[in-house]
């Protein structure tokens, strides 16, 4: 007993230390100075042209494991579709709000002067099949634009390898990694900004 233990400990402790090595902001062009004197930010996200594992698209993605639940259980794959479709709005996007907001500071308004625009580049949606698990991973690109002018690129920041999962590994849901990858990149992003 004090083997597992002390076996659970160490888990534990290496997960949240290569998290947090895995990911990195980087700023690729801009100036995100211009938001220090700001309290608030539009948070905005984009899902379009999405990598998903080893599929090129979403669309290929979303099909394929349509199929594959469909063929275990009549309906289940349409189901799993829907709930696909409705995590971005219903997980992800809180996720990544409520973390980013706290680490920033700052609130989400509609009525602020930027809009932050969270572009998911790929998702890796990992796995847990109990005897064996893998992180859900995102990767992303950040625009800060103005609110009034969305095509104006102020700064511009990448996120890469940002991993999702829960610390005990009960994270059978595909919706809850990749939820806990959002929240990972909102942290992340919210501390850089800061």
């Known amino acids: ?21 895995g990911q990195r902001v980087k700023k690729t062009s801009g100036n995100e100075d211009i938001l220090k004197s700001e309290s608030s930010i539009n948070i905005e996200f984009n899902y ?14 979303i099909t394929a494991k349509t199929a594959e639940y469909n063929k275990k ?19 992800f996007e809180p996720k990544f709000i409520e973390l980013f907001t706290r680490e920033s500071g700052m609130t989400d308004s509609k ?19 109990g005897i064996s698990r893998k992180n859900a991973e995102i990767d992303a690109e950040i625009w800060i634009v103005e609110t009034a002018n969305k ?31 959002y929240a990972n990149a909102g942290k992340k992003l919210g501390k850089y900004l800061k």
Not at 73 to 91: C, Y
Not at 165 to 170: P, Q, S
């Open 151 to 181: 095509e104006n690129k102020l700064a511009t920041f990448t996120i890469s390898n940002v991993p999702g999962g829960t610390a005990f590994g009960y994270d059978f849901d595909t919706g809850l990694r990749i939820s806990e990858a």
């Open 48 to 61: 379009d042209n999405i990598q998903v594992g080893k599929y090129k698209t979403e669309q290929e993605y």
């Open 73 to 91: 259980e009549a309906g289940k794959g349409d189901s799993w579709a829907k709930s696909w479709a409705n995590d971005k709005e219903s997980r």
């Open 111 to 129: 009525d602020a002067k930027y809009t932050l625009i969270f572009k998911t580049t790929s998702i890796e949606p990992g796995y847990n099949i």
């Open 1 to 21: 007993m004090k083997k597992l233990k002390i076996t659970l400990a160490i888990a534990t402790i290496s997960f949240f230390t290569f998290s947090a090595f």
